[in-house]
């Protein structure tokens, strides 16, 4: 069977969170996206154990509220600020876990993703004692990233490194950005949404279409480690110039700047703010490749765009965020069941019918990638544009196909 997996949110515990980031709404919300597994986040936290606790318990790393299934899951800081993904067998391992990591937090109970002052590779060291499968999460971004603060998975998790299974793409960058680097190719690809927040904008904006015998965590180890038949079979997510750390630019007035202008300015822009580094940028940097060389088992990806900011586009509106917008999406998701189907499926007429003109042709344009993205950079979006009456840049939207066909 075929699962669609969202492996890394926030509950209302980490630190600018949705207070609505609970167990009953996240259930509610991601089979509105077409998503049948979800990683809980923050599982070394107490107050969130206590929810997940009241899940059916399908086995010991599996749980399930109205047909949403979780596994057990948490990111953490390390003492060199390196965010990592960790994914728990069961709760006796978070247990394990958490008892060897306590004299090194203070915050455990406090933040839903804790800071830990220990390296990788003593994360990692702990994680492979418990079976825990651990790798970095949004690997290239400039802040709390691998390869903000290494050059290479070696140096970032020492002899551990061959522990590693998985990297987490972020939303900056796809699998054509990082099968440039041939330490990689050896990697599982994960797309997750990093979302704070249940609103279909966020949630599941990145997604993991894996092939498993069931939705639990055992297969889904098995599907990131790619044993017993089990792999992810696509990667879905944001065109990388829609994240928001895609381009080199200004944290405060988001100005763009090539690599070498703002190595020459000593990452200072003219209006005082910080030059921080693109994932584009950071991405050449490390390459050994001139182009990406996929390996055999890497999956296709799928560029999408969330439907909300597509319907928002379409009605022209500047947020996602309205009644307007909320009540056409709703329309079209109780109709054709998920928001993937609208995406990607759904006939283009019987959008028409159940939302308006604008909005299917919007979908249309879409579908066939007459989109023009903005890149963003320095903590701001990329900016999507759809009319029909412009000329477009069209992003790299080529292996777009139906995902009946995965
Ligand atoms: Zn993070
Ligand atoms: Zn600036």
Redesign the pocket.
Known sequence: MQINADLHIHSRFSGATSSSMTIEKLAESAPKKGIDVLATGDCLHREWQKEIKECEKIDDGTFEKRGTRFILST?VEDMNRV?HLLYFPSFSQVEEFRKRVEKFSTDLDGDG?PKIRLSGIEIAQIAKDFDILIGP??AFTPW?AMYAYHNSLKDCYGDLADYVSFLELGLSADSDYADRISELHRLTFLTNS?SHSPHPVRLAREFNRMEVKDATFEEIRKAILRRGGNKVVLNVGFPPQEGKYNETACIKCYRHFSLEEAIARGWKCPCGGRIKKGVKDRVRELADLDEPVHPEHRPPYLHIIPLTEIIAKAIGQSSVFTKKVESLWENLVSHFGSEVNVLVDASIDEIAIYSNPAVAEAIDLFRRGKVKIIPGGGGKYGVIEIHPSEEYIPVNFNRQKSLLDF
């Open positions: 990111e965010h993703r999460a949004h709390t990093d």
